[in-house]
């Protein structure tokens, strides 16, 4: 069974930064694009960012575009998201997500969540 | 405001069925597979509905998906008190270059 295990939230000050890690195990990490998606308080599934199998490609939210960087690494199966000027509206629930089908097969859709990593941005 | 437009929430008694509409536009739903996702908050989003109109072999086929121009549709027959959760329409938005979600839907099983 696919297992996403999302980690480094926690509470950070507005104009820091943060990283996140997603490690992914239980299928061959390398041939999936991977996406960040994220949940504020009483809100709905906001798409934060993508990136292809081989990093090829990468695309943002409009509201992180600048600020967050996505990447990952294949040897170490591992997706991150650098979180840079962060605001309070980033305060949510951040969500990786595994794509099918694999490498870039044009249309999408998320298959597999890990349970989320809670980021909240407060002086 | 979400890309795509979902009811809030939609209600009905066990046993009945539901419609869950989503509403986009030519640049998403209209030229792009839709897919439906089952959240309850603080946990894992669900797959519920790929390609339109695909179930992953374990949702039940109480649960159906369709598309037809630049709207799709959810439909859950039979419902069950464990259907209780907030339901996303999601696919690829050509012009933005990103991924859309609906707003969400709130299902409540009177």
């Known amino acids: 069974e696919v297992q996403l295990v999302e980690s480094g939230g926690g509470l950070v000050e507005p104009g820091k930064s943060l990283t996140l890690s997603c490690a992914a195990s239980e299928f061959t990490f390398e041939d999936y694009a991977m996406h960040w998606v994220r949940q504020a308080p009483g809100k709905g599934l906001e798409w934060v960012a993508g990136?292809?199998?081989?990093?090829?490609?990468?695309d943002y939210g409009d509201s992180v575009k600048g600020r967050f960087t996505v990447s990952r690494d294949n040897a170490r199966n591992s997706l991150f998201l650098q979180m840079k000027s962060l605001k309070t509206e980033d305060t949510a629930l951040y969500y990786c997500a595994k794509v099918y089908p694999p490498w870039d097969s044009g249309s999408f859709h998320f298959n597999s969540w890990g349970q989320g990593t809670l980021v909240t941005v407060s002086s | 405001q979400s890309v795509l437009t979902q009811p809030p929430s939609v209600s009905a008694a066990p046993g009945q069925k539901v419609t869950i509409s989503c509403s986009g536009g030519?640049?998403?739903?209209?030229?792009?597979?839709v897919s439906w996702y089952q959240h309850l908050p603080g946990t894992a989003p669900k797959l519920l509905i790929s390609d339109n109109t695909a179930r992953p072999s374990v949702i039940p086929d109480r649960f159906s998906g369709s598309k037809s121009g630049t709207s799709a549709t959810l439909d859950i027959t039979g419902l069950q008190t464990g259907d209780e959760a907030d339901y996303y329409c999601?696919?690829?938005?050509?012009?933005?270059?990103?991924?859309?979600f609906g707003g969400g839907t709130k299902l409540t099983v009177l």
């Open positions: 999601g696919t690829w938005d050509n012009s933005l270059s990103a991924w859309v």
């Open positions: 030519t640049s998403n739903i209209g030229n792009n597979f």
């Open positions: 990136i292809s199998w081989n990093s090829g490609r990468i």
